[in-house]
């Protein structure tokens, strides 16, 4: 099928028509469609939206579908495939979108079919004087007149066109987006000035240019902090506050599409910005970052050891509740001296974990910090580690985890099915770790990081590991809804790094929520440890 798009436009438009040209040029070049912008006038005395007409009757036998765009309109990139518009109206010989009112056809956006009736219609509209001088609607120029054929059902028109709802095939202000339920096809500046034209497809081909750029672009996480095993307190303070300086909204706006709508934009916010928006310390309270070892029972074979660390957030909304996630790591501790655990247990509250003495630089990274400390606990001697989030608390004894640990070389759940990969993770981001994997994260089983080990003596935990490394120094993998999470779907979902993925049916017990079991019910079930609300903790 041969079709191509059509645009106008005259030097008095030029600024914004240059811009817009090149943007639907690379929606065409998407899609594998023909493109062409005219700047040849046919008309002596007629407005310049006339040109539409002659150029499409000009080159109406050369493709099977004409798509007609204006120089104030912009294809969206992300959004749909104007070729399924087409396959799915066959039959027809005209498209039209109708205006924001429903009242009438808007003609930012139209698709001919190379038809006889078409031809015949077309060179009506376009050179028809009677109606041209009737025009009722001589203000909005050639549509005008059509609408007046569309009314007066000249040529049978009634019976030889479809329209699409406002919202469909183009739309006219930023804030509608949100109330659609998928992106419309086009953004159409009908009636703004040149300024607001120049200014809104300006933003959009510079974010374009930006998301084909984005993974060459630095770490957006990255702080500016020299590599050294041990960090002074003015130190902290100086990370703090270039923590506090990072923004990342732009890129979510850029990133967030109907795809990701299942989640609300601010809840991405929420997640991606963890990183960034975390206490390393918090001087008006004396708070300091701590590391420490806390030996359970006997200690056991000196191994095995489970970690988890927070930051010093301490926003309690009822002073009588112990709500923040740095109070809840502390009760990790008791939970496991209660079911008769013999091990150890690394807890980091504050700070940040810096093994190698060259993480700092990424702690703004959303949650890439959980296999930062379970190196932190290899540096100790341990090589069988289990990260726990700081919500769970300990069920029963999880002493045999570090036993199937030596066996398998992880532990951690898989989610096998319905996994809404699009919505959790922005297109860039997926089409990134693909890149990155060279396979396809939707073929990929989900891994739950809530609880998780890794046996750190195996060679192709460490391979994992080194991988894992390259994800956080880029940043930008960890831009979706559940950061660690996808980063570990994708790398698992290599080859390589498929036989950890151990089928043993210890992995769906590692932990439960709350809203699901109930701790009596969950120990009973043989779960080992009881995952709590994270809306209880800051």
Request: glycine share 4%.
């Amino acid at each position: 099928m041969r079709v191509c798009v059509f645009m106008f436009y005259d030097d008095k438009i030029k600024e914004y028509g240059d811009i817009n040209c090149e943007i639907n040029k690379l929606y065409c070049q998407k899609y594998n469609i023909d493109f062409m912008c005219s700047h040849e006038k046919s008309y002596n005395d007629r407005h310049s939206a006339w040109e539409r007409l002659p150029l499409l009757i000009k080159h109406i036998h050369n493709y099977d579908y004409l798509i007609w765009i204006d120089s104030d309109a912009f294809f969206y990139i992300d959004g749909m495939n104007i070729l399924d518009i087409i396959n799915n109206n066959n039959n027809t010989n005209f498209i039209f979108s109708n205006d924001i009112t429903g009242l009438n056809v808007n003609t930012g956006i139209f698709i001919v079919k190379n038809s006889k009736y078409s031809i015949d219609f077309l060179n009506r509209w376009a050179y028809d004087e009677e109606l041209y001088k009737n025009n009722r609607y001589p203000g909005w120029w050639d549509q005008g007149v059509l609408i007046d054929m569309i009314n007066e059902n000249i040529l049978d028109i009634k019976n030889n066109y479809i329209t699409y709802n406002y919202g469909i095939l183009q739309h006219f202000y930023e804030e509608e987006l949100l109330t659609f339920n998928n992106k419309p096809l086009v953004r159409h500046l009908a009636g703004r000035t040149t300024q607001y034209r120049l200014y809104i497809s300006t933003n959009y081909y510079r974010m374009i240019q930006t998301l084909n750029e984005f993974e060459t672009k630095p770490n957006p996480f990255l702080i500016d902090i020299p590599d050294k095993e041990e960090y002074t307190i003015e130190d902290y303070i100086n990370i703090q506050k270039q923590l506090s300086s990072k923004n990342i909204d732009n890129w979510l706006q850029i990133f967030y599409t109907d795809k990701n709508k299942f989640y609300d934009l601010p809840d991405f916010k929420r997640r991606i910005s963890r990183g960034i928006q975390q206490k390393l310390l918090d001087i008006n309270n004396n708070l300091f970052p701590t590391k420490k070892l806390y030996k359970i029972g006997n200690g056991g074979n000196k191994r095995n050891c489970i970690v988890c660390c927070t930051s010093l957030s301490h926003i309690i909304e009822n002073e009588n509740e112990n709500n923040t996630r740095f109070i809840a790591s502390q009760q990790i501790v008791k939970s496991l001296e209660q079911v008769g655990f013999n091990g150890h247990v690394l807890i980091m509250n504050g700070g940040f974990p810096n093994p190698t003495g060259t993480e700092m630089k990424y702690v703004g990274v959303p949650y890439c910090f959980k296999i930062f400390m379970m190196l932190e606990a290899e540096k100790m001697g341990f090589d069988k580690v289990i990260w726990i989030d700081s919500g769970c608390y300990a069920l029963n004894n999880p002493e045999i985890l570090f036993d199937i640990l030596g066996k398998d070389n992880t532990i951690m759940r898989k989610v096998f099915s319905n996994n809404n990969y699009d919505a959790m993770s922005f297109q860039s981001t997926i089409k990134l770790l693909n890149k990155i994997t060279n396979c396809d994260i939707h073929n990929a089983y989900y891994i739950e990081t809530i609880v998780f080990g890794l046996n750190l003596e195996s060679e192709i935990v460490k391979e994992f590991i080194k991988e894992y490394y390259e994800m956080v120094k880029m940043g930008w993998p960890f831009f979706s809804i559940f950061p660690e999470e996808i980063v570990f779907t994708a790398l698992f979902n290599k080859p390589e790094y498929k036989p950890l993925l151990v089928n043993n049916p210890v992995n769906n017990k590692l932990q439960v929520h709350e809203k699901n079991i109930t701790e009596p019910v969950a120990k009973e079930y043989g779960f080992y440890f009881h995952h709590k609300d994270y809306l209880k903790y800051v």
